[in-house]
């Protein structure tokens, strides 16, 4: 087991998590995607708006459960941003501010088009060239976080030690 059983890390203050599996796995992402990630969160917090983090890492299994096409999660180059809790000011400014910035980084289509930032329904979809690929976490590893989510759903609390 990579920790202690149950585990609890402290809430941040500047980024919040849908999952307590993603508050356990996001330092996990590509270095660069996860500096990425810590920079829109400082841009959104000094608008007033603390970022939620719906999805960051994944694992061969979840991605076929999910029945994902796309492997950038699963290589630790994207992360998903809620964006229903956004105002549309933030939003817009935070979509035009990065994709600028790091236009010449985002993944890229099969014309090679490169785009960082895909708006879905209910989310952003921040997505890092391949070249930041980095090998899939182990089931090992993911299975644990999924279980600290359980315990937390289970108790209606994180357990502490
Ligand atoms: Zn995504």
């Not at 996990?28 to 969160?41: R, S, Y």
């Not at 459960?65 to 229903?84: C, K, P, Q, Y």
């Not at 980084?105 to 785009?115: W, Y």
Request: aromatic share 8%.
């Amino acid at each position: 087991m990579p920790y202690r059983d149950p585990f609890h890390l402290q809430d941040l203050d500047y980024l919040k998590f849908k999952h307590v599996r993603d508050r356990l796995l996001f330092i996990h992402l590509n270095p660069v995607c996860l500096k990425l990630l810590i920079e829109m969160a400082n841009y959104t917090k000094s608008k007033g708006h603390v970022l939620t983090v719906t999805s960051t890492v994944s694992s061969l299994s979840e991605d076929k459960r999910l029945g994902r096409v796309s492997d950038t999660h699963l290589t630790r180059r994207a992360f998903d941003i809620r964006t229903r809790d956004m105002s549309e000011r933030v939003l817009d400014s935070l979509v035009e501010e990065f994709s600028t910035k790091y236009s010449s980084i985002g993944a890229k289509n099969l014309k090679g088009d490169s785009r960082l930032i895909v708006n879905e329904s209910t989310h952003l979809h921040v997505q890092l060239d391949r070249l930041f690929s980095e090998q899939p976490i182990s089931e090992t590893l993911w299975n644990w976080a999924t279980k600290q989510l359980n315990n937390r759903r289970n108790s209606g609390k994180i357990l502490r030690n």
